[in-house]
């Protein structure tokens, strides 16, 4: 049962546009979001987040939008650059009390910036 | 600011061996998380510590595996009588507190041969 989805496997784009990476999700007690970056052979880290009381957060060239009524949340990048190159994971955490800690991750989009 | 340590990095065993993972947590964190990552797969939740308790394990296999995190030292997490199928990423995190953002060690690698 994947509670989140990334349904792109991949994407690629043109270094100085925007890569926009989706994630749904079916849980409707999740009410945290977060957004990991990839490199090969090396641990998650941790990019932005957003709290389900708000529909935006920005942080630089990266900005999450979540729309809970479609429980969809997606991760703009603008502008891409070849160092954003990786594969990036969308999850999710649930309220406290109504779970625990964890966090449920999604299999991940691979993300291609061509220079 | 050493972020979160993990050794061995790389753990060959043959099955039927034990091998232990060990996490090191971030300066000031005392919360601890152990993911697994299998090939083509998101990180799936194992097990969440604090120091000298288990909080919640509810992804942690039933038998062969276990965790701990001491008053002192680093989080083990140990798996008895490997077998090919524990060939997988384990990833620890370690956060300051609940609900913090978790942050993650480079994994350890372990193939069981």
């Known amino acids: 049962d994947q509670q989140v989805k990334q349904n792109s496997p991949s994407l690629s784009v043109q270094e100085g546009r925007i890569s926009i990476l989706n994630c749904d999700y079916t849980n409707s007690m999740f009410d945290y979001f977060l957004w990991y970056k990839k490199y090969p052979a090396e641990g998650p880290t941790f990019l932005i987040s957003?709290?389900?009381?708000?529909d935006k957060n920005e942080d630089g060239r990266f900005t999450v939008f979540l729309n809970k009524s479609a429980k969809h949340l997606s991760l703009h990048i603008v502008p891409s650059q070849p160092g954003d190159s990786a594969v990036y994971f969308c999850a999710a955490n649930r309220k406290p009390g109504g779970g625990s800690e964890k966090l449920v991750f999604g299999k991940g989009t691979k993300l291609t910036v061509n220079p | 600011n050493a972020g979160v340590m993990q050794n061995p990095r790389h753990l060959v065993r043959r099955r039927g061996q034990e091998a232990r993972l060990r996490c090191s947590p971030m300066?000031?964190?005392?919360?601890v998380y152990w993911y697994r990552q299998l090939p083509e797969e998101g990180l799936k939740f194992m097990v969440y510590?604090?120091?000298?308790?288990?909080?919640?394990e509810s992804g942690m296999p039933k038998e062969r595996f276990s965790a701990e995190f001491p008053k002192e030292g680093p989080s083990i997490l140990r798996i008895q009588q490997v077998v090919r199928g524990d060939s997988a990423a384990y990833f620890c995190a370690s956060s300051r507190g609940q609900q913090e953002t978790q942050y993650f060690g480079p994994g350890t690698r372990l193939l069981v041969l």
């Open positions: 300066k000031g964190h005392s919360h």
């Open positions: 510590l604090q120091k000298e308790n288990i909080i919640d």
């Open positions: 957003i709290s389900s009381i708000k």
